[in-house]
Structure formats: structure tokens, C-alpha cells
């Protein structure tokens, strides 16, 4: 009981911190909203703003009280920057100014190594700058060279920072719940699991360790691959707080004056970098979540490297799959099959009228199909396509929206680079490739066991369940009354089905036999592939197409 009585001390006395945080931060936020302006919308204070402030727009007021208000606030902004489906023109373009920089804290960075790591910086490092070279709000980075000469970089959180983000967070929930309790608009555009989507995102930003981590499996993912440079990380100067990677020297990839004063092709350079990105998407499945040009760097070599792995998008197999079928029904403008991958995908999908959501998606193809490739603004059409699903309620999963967010800004970099390049056609060899890889034998085999099983596991719980049903028939528990119209019609789509299961089979038996084949590696063969094997893949590819095309509904 005493120990009960303790652990309920110490859970009473965290709340209790929790909450003085919590109000000392709201009372500093208050203040800062006062003097751009918002406090009457706080019911905090009447001032009217004054001087140089009284003469700016309501935005720009809005994203210098973001800066103001800190990491969090400014984090938050740059997620909606690239909202044009929620938020006016004007507001998206001051969010779009939103900086990270902020005023550089002294810090002993030797001291911090010693303490924060264990390690004698002397032992390691033959010189630190004192000064910071980059100043950001979660982290201040100091340039180094190690004892073998190796120049790098130490990002170094800053002291009490997850203490702060904390104590907005709890303030940002508990006002997005305030409004989305008070106004459908707020509910309608799903604040709540925007802002959850957000917290996830900005706590992994402010773990190195994940940061360790999500390089190492970039890394990994991309190892052998000639475009893109891999920074060297050093773990063992690493930890939660400081994170210690080789120094790059290169230019921004949006800067076109340095690309060619380096003799570079910024054409080839932005073409590159999209490929990157696209790989990353379509075949990896873990991608950089902010893609902007500081992120992207391009070496004297032409390699492009990317940097800051805080926040990434990632991907189960399943949800892949999920995406390329969503990727392949969008650009083959198939309404009926984007629908139900969207259905599969979203976390909730409160649609009332699936007709209207069907010509709704139809008119946003017919203005695709209507617009030059070279004027089409992926901006504007991503946000068009993000407003139909918001005026639907459904609600597509975070990385959907990271991925969204990615996209726009690689199509920006492109832009500036080569004015002509649309990323819309870009993905037209990917969605192929997807489309062959799952032709290919291999997907084949793992489709048709995958089919197998289930119906395997169908037959295994069939005996029962039909005996279960004649028991309750026999018991009276049962009783079933139906007036059947159209015998004659159910009767023959029944026996189609039936047939197609029939045939279903038997291409998975084909394929798992013509699998086993391939194994054995009998001959006669044709390409290196046994005759026999060919011949079975091929008749269970054309009874596949005859079970897809017969199964499509006739108009």
C-alpha cells in the first residue's frame, strides 16, 4: 500500500510540473499573441496593435507571431505550407517564408562532448569551431575535423527543447479540441489527427537516435546506386543529443548560377534528383519527408546527397502495395478502382454519395486531361485532389500527406531548374515498371500462393461452418425466407462464378508447379528457363487476364 501510495505521489507531482509548464508557456504565448494583434481573439487584452505592426496584413502577422512563438509554432506553419487545399493563397505564401533560424545560444561544445558522451574531445577531434555555422530551432551545428583529418559536422540539441515542444503540444491539442467541438469547418479538415500526425513527427525529429537510425537504412537502400552520396556517420561519437556525420561540401541543388559555374547540367541535375525521390517513394517505401532545397545538396562530382534525416516517411509492405495501385489508378484516370484503393487506405471515409465522389474525381481528370503539361501547377493539382477528399471526409493516412508535401516541393526544385519539367509524366516509366514487376514470375508465384492460401484456409472452416448452419436449420434456430426474382439470371452468374473460381485454381496450381519447375532447372529450355515452367506461366498468365476481363462489369 505504501508503495502504491508513493507511485501515486510521484504520478500527482508529474502532473502537477506538467501543468505549471504548461500554463507558464501559455501565459508566454498569450503575450505573444497580444502584441501582433490576436488578443481580443484570446479575450486577453483589447491593445490594438501599434507602430510598424498595425500596417501588415492579417498573414503576415500570423507567421512572424508563428517565428515568435517558437519551434513548435514555426514547425507546424511549414506542414501547412503546402496546404493550398485548407488555407487562402495568401496565408500559404507567408507560411512558405516561415525560417528555421534562430539565434545562436552559446554552448561549450567540448564540455558537452565530455559530459553528454564520455569522451575526451582531444582524443578525437584535432579541432571545433566555437562558433555555430547553422543555427535552427531544435539543434545549433558546429563544423570539426577529426584526428585524421576528416572534416564533419556535430548538430547539438538545444538544452530544454523537448520540454518546450511538450509543453505546445499539450496547448495545441488541448485548442484543436476547443475547435473542433465548436466548428464543423475545424472537424471537417480533421485538425485532431493532423495535430497527432504532427506531434509523431516532430518528437522523432527531436531524437537523434531515430536520426542514427533512419540514416543507416537510407543508407542501405540506396547502397550501389552511382546519382546519390552517402554521407559517413559516426556513431560512436554519437548519442540522443549530439549526432556527429562527415562535413559535405556542396551547393544548394536549387541554385542554378553554381550548378553551372561547376560545369553541371541543371536539367540532368533536376531530372536526378526527382528519380531519387521517386525511388525512394515507389521501390523503398522510406522517403525524406522535407525534401527542400536546403535538404539537397549537389557535390562538385554531380552526386546529389540528401541531409537532415529528423523526419521520414515510411511505408509497410502492404501500404506500398496500396500506394502503387493508388499511383497506377490515378494516372490511368480509373475512378472506380481509385475509389476502392482509397477505401482500403484511409483511416475514415465518411462518404454519402459514392456517385458524386466518382464524377467529382471524373471532372478533376477531365481538368488534367484539359491543361498543357507545361502550365499544369502540381500544387494546384494535388490541392484540388486534397479538396475532394476534405469536402468526402475521408481521411488518408500521414504519410500520404508527407508524401503529398515531398512532392511539392522536388516539383518546386524542378521547376526552378528546368521550367518545362513535369512530374506528372515523370512517374509514367514507374508506374511500368510496377505494372512488369508484377508480371514477372516471381510476383506471380507469391500472388498464387498468397490466393492459395487463402482459399486453403477457406476449405479448412467451410465443413464447419456448413455444419454449424444445418445444425441451426435442423434445431429450428434458423429460418430463411426469400422471394428470388431472376432465378434464371442468379443461376447463370452463378455458375460464371463458380467456373472462375474453378479456373483461379488451377492457374495457382500452374503457377506453383511451373515455380517448382523453375527450381528443378530441367531442360529443354528457352533463355535459360525450363520449356515446361514457360508454358505453365503463360497459360496461368492468360487465364488470369480471361478471369480479370471476364469479371469486369458490362456496361
Known sequence: ?????????????????????????????????AKYG????????????????????????????????????????????????????????????????????????RELLNTDLGVDPDEFFAEIDPEPFASASISQVYKATLINGQRVI?????????????????????????????????????????????EKSIFQELSFLNELANIDRFSR??????????????????????????FLDGVKISDKDALLSMDLDPAAIARKGLDLYLIQ????????????????????????????????GSLTPVEKEMLEDFVSHFMAQDAKRLIAVMKKMAIRFNVTDENQLEKDIHGFFDLLDGASLEQMDIKEVLGKFSAILNNNEILMPDHLYLLVRGIVLIEGIGRALVPDLNIIESL??????????????????????????????AMKTMPDD????????????????????????????????????????VMCGLLISSSVLILADKPPKLSGIPVLALTGFLISIALGLYILISSRPKN
Not at 490594438?48 to 498573414?59: A, D
Not at 546506386?225 to 556527429?244: F, G, H, Q
Open 281 to 312: 517513394v515507389l521501390e523503398h517505401g522510406f522517403f525524406h519527408a522535407d525534401p527542400h532545397p536546403g535538404n539537397l545538396m549537389v557535390l562538385r562530382s554531380g552526386k546529389i546527397a540528401f541531409i537532415d534525416f529528423g523526419s521520414m
Open 466 to 505: 456448413v455444419q454449424s448452419i444445418i445444425s441451426k436449420l435442423n434445431s429450428g434456430e434458423l429460418k430463411v425466407q426469400q422471394e428470388v426474382q431472376g432465378l434464371s439470371a442468379l443461376n447463370k452468374m452463378m455458375g460464371k462464378g463458380i467456373n472462375r473460381m474453378v479456373m483461379a485454381v
Open 38 to 109: 490576436f488578443g481580443e481573439l484570446l479575450n486577453y487584452t483589447n491593445n490594438q496593435t501599434e507602430g510598424e505592426i498595425s500596417s501588415l496584413s492579417v498573414y503576415e502577422r500570423i507567421r512572424m507571431a508563428l517565428e515568435e512563438l517558437g519551434p513548435t509554432y514555426v514547425k507546424f506553419g511549414q506542414a501547412f505550407s503546402s496546404r493550398e487545399d485548407l488555407l487562402p493563397k495568401e496565408m500559404i505564401l507567408e507560411l512558405q517564408k516561415l525560417q528555421d533560424n534562430v539565434e545562436a545560444k552559446p554552448m561549450d561544445v
Open 221 to 246: 537502400n540506396f547502397k550501389g546506386n552511382e546519382s546519390i552520396y552517402l554521407a559517413k556517420v559516426y556513431p560512436e561519437l554519437s548519442n540522443d543529443n549530439i549526432l556527429c556525420m562527415e
Open 1 to 33: 500500500m505504501v508503495l502504491g501510495a508513493d507511485l501515486n505521489k510521484k504520478g500527482d507531482k508529474t502532473m502537477m510540473e506538467n501543468q505549471k509548464k504548461k500554463l507558464k508557456r501559455t501565459v508566454s504565448l498569450v503575450k505573444i499573441l
Open 428 to 457: 509514367r516509366p514507374y508506374i511500368l515498371k510496377i505494372a512488369f514487376r508484377k508480371l514477372s514470375p516471381e510476383e506471380l508465384k507469391k500472388s498464387g500462393l498468397k490466393l492459395l492460401r487463402t482459399l486453403t484456409e
Open 154 to 198: 556535430l548538430k547539438i540539441k538545444r538544452p530544454g527543447i523537448r520540454e518546450v515542444v511538450a509543453s505546445d503540444m499539450l496547448i495545441m491539442k488541448d485548442i484543436a479540441k476547443l475547435l473542433v467541438n465548436y466548428s464543423e469547418a475545424f472537424r471537417r479538415i480533421n485538425l485532431v489527427e493532423v495535430l497527432e500526425a504532427f
